[in-house]
């Protein structure tokens, strides 16, 4: 007998897996995939197999945008659009759509991290990109904005809300920024652990795989305003916005299994309780994390400024005299694995270990996770 958290006769027959992407998914909701799979809503086939304009499939895409615009209550004056390329395709999208909004063709970048350096260096092969801080960052937290370098009339302001591999969030947009200036925002992976104000923003975006499904769809959220007053003609039709507005994020053939997954997660949310119950639990499962590094007496150390500190991506080393211990890194990741846990060696540019607690993570296995880590600090102190 298989029971909800993956168990057949008391025997685990699934890991925890604490990747930065692709992440676990919730166990009944793989459940309720594999009940359709061979048979969705008898259709006689797989959601995966049915056209992308078959009325079976129209439905999963409008239940999926309808569920998100409760999820985030989305005005009307906001498109929501399912697209492809992940989020790396938005580095290049945003700056073709609006560098050119307003006269001085010059967008500001806030770069944090590896993946809003990235969408910099991305910009720039489109016009005039000014970094608000200085290159170079050791990416262990924010720069004071009394030392930004902020544009006269920016066409937009960009930021990363959570960088995956260096562990620094940012849960708002800074107060330094002009009201009028539009806030463009990668929320890859930290959208929905948190409730925040749409209204804010003029575009957000995020890849489904860390908090809302699987790999090959990217979620964007994008004032139709904006888009009207684009007036760049050379953008590459998969990229164009208004393109897929005008056809329901079906231009070309959309990842449908992916739309699929990304509108059971969103039913899922709502059945937890909404963004309010997954803040508290995404505030649980880091808080466990973090206590337990801070009271390892600097057996664990995460290097990043305490009020930017991730709670979905947490990068931390073993340390021994004062230096990273990688042989004891190598062990921990060894001995996870043999205790179920999957996934946890940190990215090449920060090494160490990283711990990422995306949605389908529970505050139970967090617990199991930071019980191993105690033990294994007894085991090697």
Not at 188 to 204: A, Q, Y
Not at 254 to 263: D, E, V
Not at 335 to 349: D, P
Request: glycine content about 6%; some cysteine.
């Amino acid at each position: 007998m298989t029971t909800t958290d993956g168990h057949i006769n008391g025997h685990s027959v699934r890991k925890l897996n604490f990747g930065a992407g692709p992440a676990q998914l919730p166990y009944e909701l793989l459940e309720n995939v594999k009940d359709e799979f061979l048979n969705y809503h008898g259709a006689g086939a797989n959601i995966m197999e049915l056209s992308h304009r078959s009325s079976t499939f129209a439905k999963v895409i409008q239940d999926a945008e309808q569920d998100i615009r409760e999820i985030l209550s989305i005005p009307e004056s906001y498109a929501v659009l399912f697209l492809q390329g992940g989020a790396t395709a938005q580095f290049s999208a945003i700056p073709l759509h609006f560098l050119n909004l307003k006269p001085s063709q010059t967008a500001d970048y806030l770069v944090t991290g590896y993946w809003s350096e990235k969408a910099a260096k991305e910009a720039e092969k489109f016009g005039k990109i000014n970094w608000v801080v200085p290159k170079g960052s050791k990416y262990q937290g924010v720069p004071a904005e009394a030392s930004w370098k902020l544009s006269a009339d920016p066409s937009y302001f960009y930021y990363c809300a959570n960088e995956t591999i260096h562990g620094i969030e940012v849960d708002d947009i800074p107060a330094i920024i002009p009201k009028d200036v539009p806030i463009v925002c990668d929320m890859s992976s930290n959208f929905l652990t948190r409730p925040f104000d749409i209204t804010k923003f003029s575009v957000v975006f995020a890849s489904a795989q860390k908090n809302f499904g699987i790999s090959g769809v990217v979620l964007v959220i994008i004032r139709k305003d904006l888009v009207e007053k684009n007036t760049n003609k050379s953008i590459p039709l998969i990229l164009e916005y208004k393109i897929q507005i005008d056809n329901g994020s079906m231009y070309n053939t959309p990842p449908t299994f992916a739309i699929y997954i990304a509108s059971k997660m969103f039913a899922w949310i709502k059945q937890q309780g909404g963004l309010k119950a997954i803040n508290e639990g995404a505030d649980k499962k880091s808080s466990l994390v973090y206590q337990t590094i801070e009271q390892s007496n600097g057996f664990y150390v995460n290097f990043v400024e305490k009020k930017y500190r991730s709670r979905t991506n947490i990068p931390f080393r073993i340390v021994t005299n004062g230096v990273p211990d990688e042989k004891l890194e190598t062990l921990f990741i060894k001995e996870a694995i043999q205790s179920n846990m999957i996934e946890l060696k940190g990215h090449r540019a920060v090494g160490g270990i990283r711990v990422s607690l995306y949605n389908g993570i529970s505050v139970k296995e967090a617990t199991q996770l930071v019980n191993f880590m105690r033990t294994f600090q007894t085991n090697n102190s």
